[in-house]
């Protein structure tokens, strides 16, 4: 089992930028995907950035060009780079890692609290 730990939220002015960390307890090179989720008061969690083992990344449209999702396996962590912050991008926070081969488990961290201020 992986476990994982966020790292980096904060409270931020509009437009600023923070990095969300996500530690896991072992190497991430064999994790087939790994991914940030958030979810604000009274919404739905949703995904926000993936990326795989093949390093392929994937956004959800609202983030496009201002969030960036990058990996370094020598540290086994994964981070969220955060750039001209909003105010709707307030939310926890939430690591996602899904493992395995003939099953696939999935691991979440706590979350890490982001509030962007107008």
């Known amino acids: 089992q992986v476990q994982l730990v966020e790292s980096g939220g904060g409270l931020v002015q509009a437009g600023g930028s923070l990095r969300l960390s996500c530690a896991a307890s072992?190497?991430?090179?064999?994790?087939?995907?790994m991914g940030w989720y958030r979810q604000a008061p009274g919404k739905q969690r949703e995904l926000v950035a993936a990326?795989?083992?093949?390093?392929?990344?994937n956004y959800a449209d609202s983030v496009k060009g201002r969030f960036t999702i990058s990996r370094d396996n020598a540290k086994n962590t994964v981070y969220l780079r955060m750039n001209s912050l909003k105010p709707e991008d307030t939310a926890v926070y939430y690591c996602?890692?899904?493992?395995?081969?003939?099953?696939?488990?999935?691991?979440w961290g706590q979350g890490t609290q982001v509030t962007v201020s107008s």
């Open positions: 072992r190497s991430i090179f064999s994790i087939n995907a």
């Open positions: 996602n890692a899904i493992y395995g081969s003939s099953q696939m488990f999935s691991s």
């Open positions: 990326i795989v083992s093949g390093g392929s990344t």
